[in-house]
């Protein structure tokens, strides 16, 4: 058939990324992860000691950064101004302050024209908080992937190993508050599209998730 749009929107630790890059590895499609977009601004603006509350700032050092996405066999690495700032964006103190550059107009506006740029010729799995609703509301397959605040956290935890440096219980308080500004802010929230497919991966194993969506996507194509 031919290639589609699919759209996995859903909050923080529900496996998004996972499902996202095998899904497109099924279908030989492009992965789009979005949220590293938004921590590469919120990376570079620490790195430039540019206060996260500042919004003018921050929305212009949004619209001058030039970000690039590229594919690679884990996932996809992130380039901006000509440099690889993959191993910046998984930071404790990136996590902790990706929603409030998140919510500005500004950094909202610019993500989401680079991102429909990438979606334009079409077989791109994106996955995000606002993707089927406001980035590519005409996407064919949407998906709302959930999970408990207490799996989507143990998930996390695992995921850092022995070399986790925070507690499970701030992990899950960290997740917890970012889910909370990202449901709240004004401008396009972390919401389930009326049109998305519902899908709690709590207690699922990932490949089930991912041939259904697969699935899915070669009926809609
Ligand atoms: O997906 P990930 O957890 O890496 O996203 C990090 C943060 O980026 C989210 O908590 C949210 O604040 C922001 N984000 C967003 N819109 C998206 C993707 C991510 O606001 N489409």
Do not use: C
């Not at 409030?100 to 077989?123: D, F, I, N, P, W």
């Amino acid at each position: 058939g031919h290639p589609i749009n699919i759209a996995i929107d859903g909050p923080a630790g529900a496996g998004k990324s996972t499902v996202a890059r095998l899904v497109a590895s099924a279908l030989r499609y492009v992965y789009v992860d979005t949220g590293a977009m938004y921590r590469a601004v919120t990376a570079i603006a620490l790195e430039r000691g540019i206060p996260v509350l500042d919004e003018i700032s921050i929305g212009r050092l949004a619209e001058e950064l030039d970000i690039r996405l590229q594919p690679d066999e884990d996932g996809q690495r992130v380039w901006t101004d000509g440099r690889d700032v993959t191993s910046m964006l998984r930071t404790h103190e990136v996590n902790r302050n990706v929603s409030q550059v998140s919510s500005y107009e500004a950094v909202r506006l610019r993500m989401a024209e680079l991102q429909r740029r990438m979606a334009k010729e079409k077989g791109v799995v994106m996955d995000g908080r606002d993707i089927g609703t406001h980035v590519l509301p005409d996407a064919e397959l949407k998906i709302f992937l959930t999970a408990t605040p207490r799996e989507r956290a143990l998930r996390r935890f695992r995921e850092l190993g022995d070399d986790a440096d925070i507690t499970l219980e701030q992990l899950e308080h960290d997740i917890a508050e970012r889910d909370r500004m990202d449901r709240e802010r004004a401008i396009a929230p972390l919401l389930q599209a009326p049109d998305a497919k519902l899908v709690d991966s709590t207690g699922l194993a990932i490949e089930r998730i991912v041939d259904d969506i697969a699935r899915w996507a070669r009926a809609a194509s």
